[in-house]
């Protein structure tokens, strides 16, 4: 019996259809085509604008996606790990709802939150409890409603983000595939740069606090842009590095999708051409938890089995890191 590796056996995801072009922003903020595609690389996305539904509506059905493309019985599924910045309600759990909704009754299920990185930081989690042999299929995840957090009229944020969902099925493997390395990061001076200030227990919400807009996302470009180049391209470098591994071995770069400035940055670290880097940014900008696992399920079918991938993403707390994997299936 070789060593347990957990690998990805399955991709799902969902989009509303919904598309916020950015020449339907032009009409709502100060701002223009030319200058939101320079700085960002987006040219739209995607908002949920159904009410009453939030991120477990999209999660659902990226997760019944996945498991309707697989055949599985999602009774078999053990873990359901929603990695999301936006659950639906405090408390009550997110995740909870969701594997309830799919159908996965024999499974234990609870959010993870850290930020733009909590797909990335859910597949360590997931790849874990697979290699413990305690849990035979975890489901992970990422969903984000970015647009309920949003200010539209606040052209520094309303332009980057967008909302989805996408999900991976991680199930053991003995053959060497699946999560090879990871290199996780935080660091709590980036609090005061990317956040919402009112809604938790410092500042909870009031009459003042909704006036003053204080329950939408607060960025501050420059200092998240700096942090964000230099950390995603150096936990990817050394990633690498520490596995022994050259550019020409690695057939994958997978960037959080938040700035295409920011991926570039990161492919030239690992001498990566744009052909080797997985990019939808100018589809669906930033959908935070959901970046990731959308990469894998638009370039699934050019995947092979044995494909050396490099995960990467930065997030605010500030939050980064690198994740190897060896692609398990041929598309």
């Not at 790849?127 to 299929?137: A, H, V």
């Not at 089995?305 to 060896?326: I, Q, R």
Request: aromatic share 10%.
């Amino acid at each position: 019996m070789g060593k347990i590796t957990a690998a990805i056996t399955g991709v799902g995801a969902y989009l509303p259809e919904y598309r916020l072009t950015n020449a339907i922003l032009e009409t709502m903020v100060d701002t223009n085509d030319e200058w939101i595609t320079t700085r960002t690389g987006i040219k739209e996305r995607r908002i949920l604008k159904e009410p009453g539904k939030g991120t477990s509506y999209m999660a659902i059905k990226a997760a019944q996606d996945l498991i309707e493309k697989k055949g599985i019985d999602p009774k078999t599924i053990d873990l359901v790990l929603l990695a999301s910045a936006t659950p639906d309600m405090p408390v009550a759990s997110t995740g909870a709802y969701v594997a309830t909704q799919i159908g996965a009754t024999n499974a234990f299920s609870y959010d993870l939150m850290a930020a733009c990185s909590s797909f990335l930081f859910g597949m360590s989690t997931a790849s874990s409890y697979i290699e413990s042999g305690r849990y035979k299929r975890v489901l992970l995840i990422g969903a984000d409603k970015m647009s309920s957090i949003i200010d539209y009229e606040d052209r520094a944020t309303c332009i980057i983000f967008g909302d989805a969902a996408g999900a991976v099925l991680f199930e053991p493997n003995e053959e060497g595939y699946g999560v090879k390395d990871e290199i996780l990061r935080t660091d709590g001076i980036g609090r005061e740069f990317l956040k919402i200030e009112a809604g938790g227990s410092i500042l909870p919400a009031s009459h003042e606090t909704v006036e003053n807009k204080q329950h939408y996302v607060f960025q501050d470009g420059k200092s998240v842009f700096k942090y964000a180049v230099s950390s995603m391209a150096d936990v990817a470098e050394q990633v690498v590095q520490r596995n022994g591994l050259s550019n020409d071995d690695i057939d994958w770069l997978v960037p959080h999708q938040a700035n295409k400035r920011i991926i570039d940055a990161t492919a030239r670290r690992v001498e990566l051409p744009q052909e080797k880097v997985m990019m939808n940014i100018h589809k669906y900008g930033n959908t935070t938890s959901a970046t990731l696992p959308l990469c894998l399920y638009e370039y699934e079918s050019q995947l092979e089995k044995g494909d050396h991938l490099v995960f990467a993403a930065f997030g605010g707390g500030f939050t980064w890191g690198s994740v190897l994997l060896t692609w398990a299936y041929d598309s």
